[in-house]
Structure formats: structure tokens, C-alpha cells
């Protein structure tokens, strides 16, 4: 079974402008989250998607914002980027339930993101 | 206070060596715990998870977690050079949450 994969893998892109990264789970996954990895804050948790509606979000402003597909597929969007928003950006899909809960993530391999 | 603590590391072990790796958390309302270990460069990789209270054993990982003390932990025996990677702790419960990680490294 093929793993989650990330496009671009890498990104470089001035102040101001706005970003959009993309999210293909393993197949039959439906819960997809998104995350903010830099050396300062860690790994932190932007946002989670199940049946293409937000279940869950980290604190992050309203600049990052995301959306899922009926394919499970999902994109997240940064505007007006600012040079703190250089980061690894990294996609996890999971089985999920309608219930809620965290089970198993499997992370892809991320997107670099790199603002000048 | 951090919502998730892990001992800050390095931690180095020699070879054969059992590595223990410990984490805190604050929200006591926390349902689901994991432990990842991220290689330098890639992406983080599930190792345990575990729901209730108690000991969780996978090969030469045990998970312990302790929901009253609000305290998870990771053992790793024998432990192998390979090992040597950081270890990120994650708590569910709406969001998820990380620790900072701990670096390991086992000294051959």
C-alpha cells in the first residue's frame, strides 16, 4: 500500500504572498491532519479533517486554513506568509472514526517551506 | 508549564543498555498517548500507542502509562545503535500535542 505522499516537497516563496500544500492519504484513510514542525516550537498541531469536515484545530491564526476532498485528499493554505512561517509542514492520515478519537498517524515525508 | 514535558536529553546508552524516556502532561482529560521516533531528516514513526493505564509491550518497546500521575513513558531494552533518533511524545485528546522531544543515542 502506497504512504502518504506531499507535494511540493519543497517550496520557497517571498513575504506577503500565499501557499497552498497538498495532502494524498493511504488509501481508505479518511482522517487527515496537518502539522507545523520547526526547531523552536517542535512539532505542533494545525488541524485535523475527517469526511472533509475540520474536526479538530491546533492554534494557529486564521492565515492557515485547510480543506479536505471526497477522495480524502487534502490541501492546506497559507496566506500572507510571513518569514516565521518557514517550516517542515507535514501531513498524517490515520483510519479514523466518527467518533473522534486518535489512532494510528502515519506521517508523509513533509513539505519545507522556506519564506524570504 | 509546557502541556507536554519530556526529560530534555541527550540521553546516551551503551549498546545492550535499557533506555527510558519519560513524559508529563497537563491535561488530565488527555485520552490517547503515543510515542514516535523521528530519524534526522525524515518524518516521525509511530513506535507505541497506548489508551489505559499500565504496561503496553511490543518487542523491545514497553509503553507506561500512568493517567492519575499524568505520566507516559518508553523503555527500550537492548537497546541498538539503530535506536539512536529523537522520541517525540504525543497526547490526544481534541488536538494533539508534542513534547519537545529527547534525543537518543546508543553508543556502540
Known amino acids: 500500500k502506497a504512504g502518504v505522499t506531499q507535494t511540493p516537497r519543497y517550496l520557497i516563496k517571498t513575504r506577503g504572498q500565499q501557499v497552498t500544500l497538498s495532502c494524498s492519504p493511504i488509501?481508505?484513510?479518511?482522517?487527515v491532519s496537518w502539522y507545523q514542525q520547526t526547531p523552536g516550537q517542535g512539532l505542533q498541531f494545525l488541524f485535523e479533517?475527517?469526511?472533509?469536515?475540520?474536526?479538530n484545530k491546533g492554534n494557529f491564526p486564521g492565515r492557515f486554513s485547510g480543506r479536505q476532498f471526497s477522495n480524502s485528499r487534502s490541501e492546506m493554505n497559507v496566506s500572507t506568509l510571513e518569514l516565521g512561517d518557514s517550516a517542515l509542514y507535514l501531513c498524517?492520515?490515520?483510519?479514523?472514526?466518527?467518533?473522534?478519537?486518535?489512532?494510528?498517524?502515519?506521517f508523509g515525508p513533509g513539505t519545507r517551506l522556506l519564506v524570504l | 508549564q509546557k502541556e507536554v514535558e519530556q526529560n530534555s536529553g541527550p540521553l546516551s546508552v551503551p549498546e545492550g543498555a535499557i533506555a527510558s524516556l519519560n513524559c508529563t502532561y497537563s491535561?488530565?482529560?488527555?485520552?490517547?498517548f503515543f510515542w514516535y521516533r523521528q530519524y534526522s531528516g525524515k518524518s516521525p514513526e509511530l513506535i507505541m500507542s497506548?489508551?489505559?493505564?499500565g504496561d503496553k509491550e511490543d518487542g523491545r518497546f514497553t509503553a507506561q502509562l500512568n493517567k492519575a500521575s499524568q505520566y507516559v513513558s518508553l523503555l527500550i531494552r537492548d537497546s541498538q545503535p539503530s535506536d539512536s533518533a529523537t522520541y517525540l511524545c504525543?497526547?490526544?485528546?481534541?488536538?494533539?500535542?508534542f513534547g519537545a522531544g529527547t534525543r537518543l543515542t546508543v553508543k556502540p
Open positions: 498524517a492520515s490515520s483510519l479514523g472514526t466518527q467518533t473522534g478519537g486518535w489512532g494510528t498517524q502515519y
Open positions: 488509501s481508505g484513510h479518511r482522517s
Open positions: 479533517y475527517f469526511s472533509e469536515t475540520q474536526r
Open positions: 491535561d488530565r482529560g488527555s485520552q490517547s
Open positions: 497506548i489508551y489505559s493505564n
Open positions: 504525543a497526547v490526544g485528546k481534541n488536538d494533539m500535542r
